[in-house]
Nanobody, 124 residues
Framework: VQLQASGGGSVQAGGCLRLSCVASGRAFSRYSMGWFRRPPGKEREFVAA????????YYADSVKGRFTISRNNANNTVYLQMSGLKSEDTAAYYC??????????????????WGQGTQVTVSS
């Protein structure tokens, strides 16, 4: 499985961006998908996830109410709609795929495949 993330850029605080991640293969509908980010000088952290079978979504407290994860199985894409962006959202954002049906989608080690990062920079 190959993952290609895009949509990053520079935006002012309060602005919006939508990240996309396209997955290769024909089994995308059976993958749970997650977004993680690595702020400058910090460890990579969980942002959001969406479960493959029931569409349940999960968010880090820091983004709850501002970010929305969604997916389109017809075009093998998962999205992260980000609004109300803050300077602390500045990070490299990574998408990831979990193919084994794991229950815990918050742990990085759950995920089997990772895309390259896409940079989001929020200026205040």
């Amino acid at each position: 499985v190959q993952l290609q993330a895009s949509g990053g850029g520079s935006v002012q605080a309060g602005g919006c961006l939508r990240l996309s991640c396209v997955a290769s293969g024909r089994a995308f509908s059976r993958y749970s998908m997650g977004w993680f980010r690595r702020p400058p000088g910090k460890e990579r952290e969980f942002v959001a996830a969406i479960r493959w079978n029931n569409g349940n979504t999960y968010y880090a407290d820091s983004v709850k109410g501002r970010f929305t994860i969604s997916r389109n199985n017809a075009n093998n894409t998962v999205y992260l709609q980000m609004s109300g962006l803050k300077s602390e959202d500045t990070a490299a954002y990574y998408c990831a795929a979990e193919v084994g049906g794991s229950k815990n989608l918050i742990w990085q080690r759950t995920y089997d495949y990772w895309g390259q990062g896409t940079q989001v920079t929020v200026s205040s």
